[in-house]
């Protein structure tokens, strides 16, 4: 079992930036691909960026290429999130989650944060 705990959230006007943190439990951290996912209100729960578990290969959503960039510690059993020039549209609760094998699904994923929420005023 790997708990999750996002942090780092806020809110931001159009054209700043956030980064947000998520700390895990367990050690065995650095065996696990790390995701991000995000979901406002009414909408299905979408895929943001990823991280293989050594680091060495990064995913990203279109939506958010050249803007996000994700990272992790394996020291310090936490991933982030850096995300810049922030939209309105970028308005949502903030998941990471945790894989055996990196996806860009959610169904990908064995273990989720609570989320913490995003709003981006413009």
């Known amino acids: 079992q790997v708990q999750l705990v996002e942090s780092g959230g806020g809110l931001v006007q159009a054209g700043g930036s956030l980064r947000l943190s998520c700390a895990a439990s367990?050690?065995?951290?650095?065996?696990?691909?790390m995701g991000w996912f995000r979901q406002a209100p009414g909408k299905e729960r979408e895929f943001v960026a990823a991280?293989?578990?050594?680091?060495?290969?990064?995913y990203y959503a279109d939506s958010v290429e050249g803007r996000f960039t994700i990272s992790r510690d394996n020291a310090k059993n936490t991933v982030y999130l850096q995300m810049n020039s922030l939209k309105p549209d970028d308005t949502a609760v903030y998941y990471c989650?945790?894989?055996?094998?990196?996806?860009?699904?959610?169904?990908?994923?064995?273990?989720w944060g609570q989320g913490t929420q995003v709003t981006v005023s413009s």
């Open positions: 367990r050690r065995t951290f650095s065996r696990y691909d």
């Open positions: 989650a945790a894989a055996e094998s990196t996806g860009r699904v959610p169904w990908s994923y064995n273990y």
């Open positions: 991280m293989s578990w050594s680091g060495g290969n990064t």
